[in-house]
């Protein structure tokens, strides 16, 4: 049997977030993250975006392209909480719910009428939280995150098993999940541009060039992609801590432990192919106070130097020790799929 999976994609997520809560912001060039130069765009509004600004753009750019966009900080609270509303009005449609992001997540709903649940969906989101979604129903999860980029905001678009050859024959390869820049490179040298051409090439070449990731596209390319819709995972943090048998007060000692626990953070991610944005510290002092402090990257990563650098940037600028420290602990949290061109991810 057909498996019917649903994608929802919370439309310019953080930035109708605030237009919602803030109506003089209606209607206008909303342009959420690089308040200061050297920062980066999280989210643009659909104004915002008619003057070229994207997500993961240069706030410098931004600020050429649009010097009278309004630019706000990003308040993860409050997008937490609301994504958490999201994924509540989710569990009434599918026990299987696989959130990929703050604003996105697949449902498997094999078994009920997709296409109902979907309209269902988007209804509850308009209405309990004034917030439009586009989905897409398909038969796998590759087909529906491309059917719900399709048609953007508040679309809802189906793609069909029977179609999706077709479909996919005139696209280009960096629609195939997975296909960032660099690797469509490598397609565009043996002649491949458009998921058709992917189509015709012959499968074991692909393999012998690419390995996994070549039998990957070229499944991809007739639609086919048998991942299951994964419940469990993407919406926890990965951690280590430690309860030291005596209060520290030793930098050094500190800086060593969380290089221990970088490597084994990185080890776990790379075991299970995540890679992370945010990485968080926390310190538990002598009179049991805690304190945690969080560095989001604009880059996902997994790489062990990459966590601890950041790690220990935390650990040695962001708190104020004020006693003896009884735990420290490193956990890495905003997991994402690395198949996802980084652009993708940062698509909210
Ligand atoms: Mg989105």
């Given at each position: 049997m057909d498996r019917s999976i649903i994608h929802v994609d919370m439309d310019a997520f953080y930035a109708a977030v605030e237009q919602r809560d803030d109506p003089s912001l209606v209607g206008k060039p909303i342009i959420i993250g690089g308040l200061s130069d050297r920062g980066v765009v999280c989210t643009a509004s659909y104004e915002a975006r008619k003057y070229g600004i994207h997500s993961a753009m240069s706030a410098r750019v931004a600020k050429r392209l649009c010097p009278n966009g309004i630019y706000l900080p990003t308040n993860m609270e409050k997008y937490k909480r609301v994504s958490k509303e999201v994924h509540s009005i989710l569990q009434r449609y599918s026990n299987t719910i696989e959130p990929v992001s703050i604003d996105e997540a697949f449902l498997d709903t094999t078994g009920s009428d997709p296409i109902s649940i979907a309209n269902r969906i988007k209804e509850d989101i308009r209405r309990e939280l004034r917030l439009t979604a586009s989905v897409g129903v398909s038969i796998n999860k590759f087909l529906a995150k491309l059917a719900s980029d399709m048609e953007k905001p508040d679309g809802l678009t189906i793609i069909r098993g029977e179609e999706a050859v077709e479909l996919l024959k005139p696209l280009p390869v960096t629609k195939l999940w997975g296909v960032g820049p660099r690797?469509?490179?490598?397609?565009?040298?043996?002649?491949?541009?458009?998921?058709?051409?992917?189509?015709?090439?012959?499968?074991?070449?692909?393999?012998?060039?690419?390995?996994?990731?070549?039998?990957?596209?070229?499944?991809?390319?007739?639609?086919?992609?048998?991942?299951?819709?994964?419940?469990?995972?993407?919406?926890?943090?990965?951690?280590?801590?430690?309860?030291?048998?005596?209060?520290?007060?030793?930098?050094?000692?500190?800086?060593?432990?969380?290089?221990n626990y970088a490597f084994n953070l990185s080890n776990k991610l790379k075991s299970k192919a995540y890679l992370i944005k945010t990485i968080t510290v926390k310190v538990k002092?002598?009179?049991?106070?805690?304190?945690?402090?969080?560095?989001?990257?604009?880059?996902?990563?997994?790489?062990?130097?990459?966590?601890?650098?950041?790690?220990?940037?935390?650990?040695?600028?962001?708190?104020?020790?004020?006693?003896?420290?009884?735990?420290?602990?490193?956990?890495v949290s905003n997991l994402i799929y690395p198949e996802d061109p980084i652009q993708l991810s940062l698509d909210i």
């Amino acid at each position: 049997m057909d498996r019917s999976i649903i994608h929802v994609d919370m439309d310019a997520f953080y930035a109708a977030v605030e237009q919602r809560d803030d109506p003089s912001l209606v209607g206008k060039p909303i342009i959420i993250g690089g308040l200061s130069d050297r920062g980066v765009v999280c989210t643009a509004s659909y104004e915002a975006r008619k003057y070229g600004i994207h997500s993961a753009m240069s706030a410098r750019v931004a600020k050429r392209l649009c010097p009278n966009g309004i630019y706000l900080p990003t308040n993860m609270e409050k997008y937490k909480r609301v994504s958490k509303e999201v994924h509540s009005i989710l569990q009434r449609y599918s026990n299987t719910i696989e959130p990929v992001s703050i604003d996105e997540a697949f449902l498997d709903t094999t078994g009920s009428d997709p296409i109902s649940i979907a309209n269902r969906i988007k209804e509850d989101i308009r209405r309990e939280l004034r917030l439009t979604a586009s989905v897409g129903v398909s038969i796998n999860k590759f087909l529906a995150k491309l059917a719900s980029d399709m048609e953007k905001p508040d679309g809802l678009t189906i793609i069909r098993g029977e179609e999706a050859v077709e479909l996919l024959k005139p696209l280009p390869v960096t629609k195939l999940w997975g296909v960032g820049p660099r690797m469509e490179r490598e397609l565009n040298k043996l002649g491949i541009y458009y998921i058709g051409d992917i189509q015709e090439y012959d499968r074991e070449v692909l393999i012998s060039i690419f390995g996994k990731r070549g039998k990957e596209i070229y499944d991809f390319s007739y639609g086919i992609d048998h991942r299951p819709v994964e419940d469990h995972i993407l919406n926890q943090s990965i951690g280590e801590e430690e309860t030291f048998r005596e209060d520290i007060g030793d930098m050094d000692f500190l800086i060593d432990r969380l290089e221990n626990y970088a490597f084994n953070l990185s080890n776990k991610l790379k075991s299970k192919a995540y890679l992370i944005k945010t990485i968080t510290v926390k310190v538990k002092y002598k009179d049991f106070s805690v304190e945690t402090r969080s560095l989001t990257l604009t880059m996902a990563t997994n790489s062990y130097e990459d966590i601890f650098k950041t790690g220990k940037h935390i650990l040695t600028t962001r708190f104020e020790f004020h006693d003896k420290i009884r735990l420290l602990g490193l956990t890495v949290s905003n997991l994402i799929y690395p198949e996802d061109p980084i652009q993708l991810s940062l698509d909210i």
